[in-house]
């Protein structure tokens, strides 16, 4: 068997800043990694670095660790501060599929923003309204190429696929298994993102991204359940219209459109059949499933209260997935962090680094109280 080298780079997530154990990206990978597997791995983690800083470095400092003989693999891991690099330059336009670097930092990407229209979701919630908005005029937020203020909008409408426990009772849920609760009946996810969605806290993440890319207040989003995953969401305007983005459950769409900068690029991906598919929707059900509303919440609190809501969320999966953590507690762990906190108007990336390490840490001591 050949050698494989492994090297690791990237900010603060890789280096393992905020992780009880310290363990970070290279440390979690490793320690799921067969022990007879040949792999000589190296952390080259530098916490705060961005894409142009790594640029300069990563080439000698892997090439130094690499084998001739064997297998070189890189892995490579960036958060907010890159984001804020990013959008610094003036002609740059960023396509952000990372929800987490907006609900933390939403503020620092607004006041990192050069000119109108830079930021073009890949979501594919948020590319749907994106798209439904350049029927009408929504001169607001952070992906239209004009800001006068003026919006023909009366409401955004984020649909959910309920995920797998979509109508079960509040006592069938007692007692679930990450196994049943990483089935998602539509979409082919990973881990994380499987169990946020289980929960609905990530339709509660995709609100706080919405009210931000959009600049429309939580009382004008809505969130519907749509168990076919087909209408990715939906825009009404003032007039009565509601204009709605449908398309088979294909990530590849959203990337595409947001690759191509708004324009349509041809491709052969499967095309919607409209015959064979029967359209439901229904109110989320916020008792049985609280993180959406504790996502309303974190919005009603304002400043850095979406940090934390997150970074409880992250310990709540996390010891969901290893089994120190009910499926309903989830919700009581991350109601707790809100209720302790005390949100901060103005902040900056070191005092987010910083929050939310603190968030991690007072989450798992929690975790020694709540079943």
Same mark, same amino acid.
């Given at each position: 068997?050949?050698?494989?080298?492994?090297?690791?780079?990237?900010?603060?997530?890789?280096?393992?800043?905020?992780?009880?154990?310290?363990?970070?990206?290279?440390?979690?990978?490793?320690?799921?990694?067969?022990?007879?597997?040949?792999?000589?791995?190296? +952390? @080259?983690? /530098?916490? !705060?670095?961005?894409?142009?800083?790594?640029?300069? %470095?990563? $080439?000698?400092? *892997?090439?130094?660790? #690499?084998?001739?003989?064997?297998?070189?693999?890189?892995?490579?891991?960036?958060?907010?501060?890159?984001?804020?690099?990013?959008?610094?330059?003036?002609?740059?336009?960023?396509?952000?599929?990372?929800?987490? +670097? @907006?609900? /933390?930092? !939403?503020?620092?990407?607004?006041?990192?923003?050069? %000119?109108? $229209?830079?930021? *073009?979701?890949?979501? #594919?919630?948020?590319?749907?309204?994106?798209?439904?908005?350049?029927?009408?005029?929504?001169?607001?937020?952070?992906?239209?190429?004009?800001?006068?203020?003026?919006?023909?909008?009366?409401?955004?409408?984020?649909?959910?696929?309920?995920?797998?426990?979509?109508?079960?009772?509040?006592?069938?849920?007692? $007692?679930?298994?990450?196994?049943?609760?990483?089935?998602?009946?539509?979409?082919?996810?990973?881990?994380?993102?499987?169990?946020?969605?289980?929960?609905?806290?990530?339709?509660?993440?995709?609100?706080?991204?919405?009210?931000?890319?959009?600049?429309?207040?939580?009382?004008?989003?809505?969130?519907?359940?749509?168990?076919?995953?087909?209408?990715?969401?939906?825009?009404?305007?003032?007039?009565?219209?509601?204009?709605?983005?449908?398309?088979?459950?294909?990530?590849?769409?959203?990337?595409?459109?947001?690759?191509?900068?708004?324009?349509?690029?041809?491709?052969?991906?499967?095309?919607?059949?409209?015959?064979?598919?029967?359209?439901?929707?229904?109110?989320?059900?916020?008792?049985?499933?609280?993180?959406?509303?504790?996502?309303?919440?974190?919005?009603?609190?304002?400043?850095?209260?979406?940090?934390?809501?997150?970074?409880?969320?992250?310990?709540?999966?996390?010891?969901?997935?290893?089994?120190?953590?009910?499926?309903?507690?989830?919700?009581?762990?991350?109601?707790?962090?809100?209720?302790?906190?005390?949100?901060?108007?103005?902040?900056?990336?070191?005092?987010?680094?910083?929050?939310?390490?603190?968030?991690?840490?007072?989450?798992?001591?929690?975790?020694?109280?709540?079943?």
């Amino acid at each position: 068997m050949r050698e494989t080298r492994l090297s690791f780079i990237g900010d603060e997530l890789v280096a393992g800043h905020g992780d009880g154990r310290a363990l970070g990206w290279t440390g979690r990978v490793m320690a799921r990694t067969p022990r007879d597997a040949d792999i000589l791995w190296t +952390s @080259l983690a /530098v916490p !705060g670095e961005t894409t142009a800083q790594m640029s300069d %470095r990563w $080439g000698p400092e *892997v090439a130094r660790r #690499s084998t001739h003989t064997g297998i070189n693999r890189l892995v490579v891991g960036l958060g907010v501060a890159d984001v804020l690099a990013g959008i610094s330059y003036a002609r740059s336009r960023l396509a952000l599929a990372n929800k987490e +670097s @907006l609900v /933390v930092g !939403g503020a620092l990407v607004r006041e990192a923003l050069t %000119r109108p $229209g830079q930021v *073009v979701p890949v979501d #594919s919630e948020h590319s749907a309204i994106a798209q439904a908005l350049a029927s009408g005029r929504h001169e607001k937020g952070l992906t239209s190429p004009v800001v006068s203020g003026h919006s023909e909008v009366r409401r955004l409408v984020l649909t959910a696929s309920g995920g797998p426990f979509r109508g079960r009772s509040r006592e069938s849920l007692t $007692g679930i298994s990450a196994a049943a609760a990483l089935k998602h009946p539509t979409w082919d996810m990973g881990p994380v993102v499987t169990i946020n969605s289980s929960t609905l806290i990530n339709k509660g993440l995709e609100l706080i991204e919405a009210h931000l890319l959009f600049d429309v207040v939580p009382e004008q989003i809505d969130v519907v359940v749509h168990p076919q995953s087909v209408i990715h969401s939906m825009v009404e305007f003032i007039d009565g219209a509601t204009l709605a983005q449908a398309s088979p459950p294909d990530m590849r769409l959203p990337i595409s459109y947001a690759l191509g900068l708004t324009e349509r690029v041809s491709n052969d991906y499967p095309r919607l059949n409209f015959l064979e598919h029967t359209f439901t929707f229904e109110r989320p059900n916020m008792e049985l499933f609280p993180n959406l509303a504790l996502a309303y919440r974190a919005l009603e609190l304002g400043g850095t209260a979406p940090c934390v809501l997150n970074a409880a969320n992250e310990i709540a999966v996390e010891a969901f997935l290893a089994g120190k953590l009910g499926f309903r507690a989830m919700s009581t762990l991350i109601a707790q962090a809100l209720e302790a906190h005390r949100p901060e108007r103005s902040y900056d990336l070191q005092l987010l680094s910083e929050l939310d390490a603190a968030v991690r840490a007072e989450s798992r001591e929690r975790l020694n109280h709540i079943r």
